[in-house]
Structure formats: C-alpha cells, structure tokens
C-alpha cells in the first residue's frame, strides 16, 4: 500500500510543537540574501553571539533539494541536507555563533527562504525510548559483531516468529538457515537468548500478526476479526502462555490496517480486554497516523496501548521520495491536533529505502551506508522487486546519518517518548557508519 503525503492545511492550525514550547533565540536577527539560485547563499545574523543546537528554516515554495550550514566565516559546513520545503529541523551539537551562512547547493528553481529560527534545546534523554524491530531469524544469527549497535536498544520487537489463526491460537513459524530447516520454537527461544546476551538491560516484546494462511479461507481482516473476536479469550490465553514460557515483557502487534468500522471496533475491544490480562505487561502497537480519528481509533480506543508506534515512512511525496523531513513534521503535527499522548508516541524511523518510483523494494541502509554521504539520503541502485522483476539504476530514497540524527531531536525535543526503528537488520555495525550510533549521539547531544 503506497501513500502519498501533503502537509495538510490543518496542521497551521495546531501550534508548532516546537516553537510553542521553547523561546526561539533568532528573534531580533535578519535574514539577508534570502533568495537565489543553486550555489548562493542566504546568511542571517543575531543580534549579538548566541548559543544554539538547532535550526528551523521554512522556505516559500519547495525547490531547495541541498543545503549546507556555515557558522560565521567558517569554510566548512557543520551541517547538511536536501529539502527544506515548509519545514526542516536541523539539529547539531551546541555551536556558539553570531551569524549562519545557508548555501544551497541544489535547487529545482529560484528558491527563496521565508524564516529562520534558533533554539538551544536541553532535554535530558533517560526516559526516551529506543524501539527496534528485529527479525526472528536475524535475532537466531546475532553474534557479538552487533554489541555495539545492539546496546542502544531499550526494547527489542520480535517479529516475523509468531503468528494467530481465526481461532486465536499462536503459531511459531519455522526458518530455513543456511540450508538447515529449525522448527520455529527452538528458533524464537533461541533468538530471545541472543537478545538478552547482546544486550541484558533491554525490553524485550513479541509482535503477533494474522497475515498467514491456515487453510481458513480467510483474509488478513477476516482472520483478526475472528481471533480477537470470538476467539479473543483463547487468543489472550495463548499470548500470556508464550509470554510466560519465554519470560517476555509483553506483546505487540502489527495489523497494517484494519479498514472498517467492524475492523477498527473488534481491535480496540480486544485491546482494552489484552490490557486487563495482561497487568504490567508491555501491550504496543504499530500505527499509522490515518487510522487515528473519525474512521479510525478514537483516543478513548489507544487508551490500552503503553506505546503507539507511528509508522512515519512510506508517506511519498510529489517527487517520489518516502520519508523525508516534511513527512514526520506533517505527522507530529497532525497527532497534536488529534490530541495524542505525546508519552505514548515512538517515532517510525525507516533504515530502509523505497525507490522514488514506489516499486515494490525495500533496500538495506547496511548495504549503501559507505557510498551514502553523512548529509545524504538517497543513492542510485539496481534492484529485483518483489514481482521478481530487475529494474536498472532507480533513485532510492533512504534516511542517511544527519536524517536520523535530526529525526531523533526532533522527536526527543517535541516531547516523544522514544522512536522505534524498522528494522535491526538493515544497520550497518559499524559505528561510524550505524544508524543507530546516530540516535544516541543526538541523544547526548552529540
């Protein structure tokens, strides 16, 4: 399912989540040169040395497709991107500076910047969140060469290993690795195990879908409906047997997408049910911000959930890009207006890509990390799609180190309680190039 993402009216409505909650240290200053072409600058100054960690600039239109920051005189970038569009946040470690040169570096026209905001943000990061999704296979194989990575997760989601039938009963599902078929029990034991060896201190939850085929008949829809319907008793019955076998925090679920009235009603009744039984067990769930409102989750149905884990990815924009910097701006905004509980939020990261055209591939970030640039996030491939079909050099679209860096401040200083990353296996280990290296040195500020 592809979307296409506008950043809607609406949300000019909803007070910006970040100007409404710190003082911005750019009034009083001046925005000179504030229109050109690829390869001008735009430069504004403060009134006097000021102390800043991030950067909001809007621009008029959206045709800047590169930038980069200069501090003073400096004749080197300390920060770099591709759009600015209506919004783009640009966090950093605290540089004190009386002036900022913008130059832009790629632009499909005449760009002209509207504003420039500053903050010096300091927000502590103990009770921020790190979810990462992890393949049940990818967690069996998981040696000692992921520590490093692996020790910035709070809370691991296993997915991929279990799964329910129309009567609510969990299946494990076996794997074929390295030409050897595991029975799909032994497996998930054995990848719990690896977990809680590369890192003892994290989470650890096990994602439940309906999306297989016992011989029911039934669709994806049909399948939950029943399950957490009819059957919803035998279903919690089960899912607090695997969780007490395997002594696991608690449970997730990842149903892309309920679509009726009937379907969005039968899972949230059984949320609130699961929530009962479960007592101070992790109960979490994979959202999209269209399924919150009028034919959707109220917030009376998220109540349940400890954790809402917004899938901000996927969202194509006017030039085929998935996720960039406006999507989750739109995203955050729209759950302000929507009254969401901002504890509750883990922003979607994506360490993959989806090419420009909105085929049907998801590249690996580990794959490209060292031809993609620090201030980069996208990179030409070539590429098989799920249709089993070779396409030839397309654009594909990832979030490179800046991009995560600046997508984790951002969530940390709008008052998110974390961001979950889909998924572990596509970082790259090592810690210069690792997505998730990026996340805890903006977390410390870094």
């Known amino acids: 399912m592809v979307f296409s993402l506008t950043l809607c009216a609406c949300s000019r409505a909803v007070p910006d989540v970040i100007s409404s909650r710190y003082e911005n240290l750019a009034a009083g200053g001046r925005l000179e040169n504030s229109s050109g072409k690829a390869g001008d600058s735009a430069v504004f100054r403060f009134p006097s040395k000021t102390k800043i960690n991030a950067v909001v600039l809007k621009e008029i239109g959206n ?39 913008i130059e832009v570096t790629g632009s499909d026209a005449e760009w002209e910047l509207h504003s420039l905001e500053a903050y010096c943000v300091d927000n502590g990061a ?8 992890i393949n049940a296979d990818t967690a069996y194989t998981l040696s000692s060469e992921y520590a490093a990575t692996a020790a910035f997760v709070t809370q691991f989601n296993v997915f991929g290993g279990t799964y329910f039938d129309a009567q609510g009963k969990v299946h494990f599902a076996d794997f074929e690795v390295n030409g050897v078929k595991i029975d799909g029990e032994v497996l998930f034991e054995q990848a719990i195990n690896n977990i809680r060896i590369l890192n003892p201190d994290a989470e650890i939850v096990f994602t439940l879908l309906g999306n297989r085929d016992f011989g029911d008949g039934m669709n994806i829809r049909e399948r939950h409906n029943s399950a957490m319907g009819l059957f919803g008793e035998t279903l919690t019955s089960n899912i607090l047997s695997v969780i007490s076998e395997f002594d696991l925090d608690g449970v997730s679920f990842d149903y892309e997408y309920p679509e009726t009235e009937e379907d969005f009603g039968t899972f949230a009744n059984y949320l609130t049910r699961l929530d009962n039984a479960l007592g101070d067990k992790l109960l979490t769930a994979a959202v999209a911000d269209w399924c919150i409102g009028d034919n959707g989750f109220s917030i009376d149905n998220l109540r349940p959930l400890d954790e809402l884990e917004i899938m901000a990815y996927d969202l194509f924009d006017e030039r085929g890009n998935h996720a960039t910097f406006l999507s989750v701006y739109s995203v955050v905004q729209s759950l302000a207006g929507k009254g969401v509980d901002f504890c509750k939020v883990r922003l979607g990261l994506p360490f993959y890509s989806r090419p420009i055209n909105g085929d049907t591939y998801w590249g690996l970030y580990r794959d490209v990390a060292e031809r993609l640039a620090p201030y980069e996030n996208a990179v030409y491939e070539s590429y098989v799609n799920a249709d089993g079909q070779f396409v030839s050099s397309v654009l594909n679209y990832y979030n490179g180190r800046q991009m995560i860096y600046d997508k984790t401040r951002y969530a940390l200083d709008a008052g998110l309680g974390g961001v979950m990353v889909w998924h572990f296996g596509c970082d790259s280990p090592d810690p210069e190039l690792s997505l998730f290296a990026q996340i805890g040195a903006a977390l410390d500020g870094r």
């Not at 930038?67 to 966090?91: H, K, L, M, S």
């Not at 103990?126 to 999704?133: A, G, H, L, Q």
């Open 63 to 101: 045709s800047v497709t590169s930038f980069r920051i200069y501090a003073d005189d400096g004749e080197t970038p300390f920060y770099g991107n591709d759009y600015i569009g209506d919004y783009r946040y640009c966090a950093f470690a605290t540089k004190e500076v009386s002036s900022l040169r």
């Open 126 to 133: 103990d009770d921020f969140e790190v979810v990462s999704y």
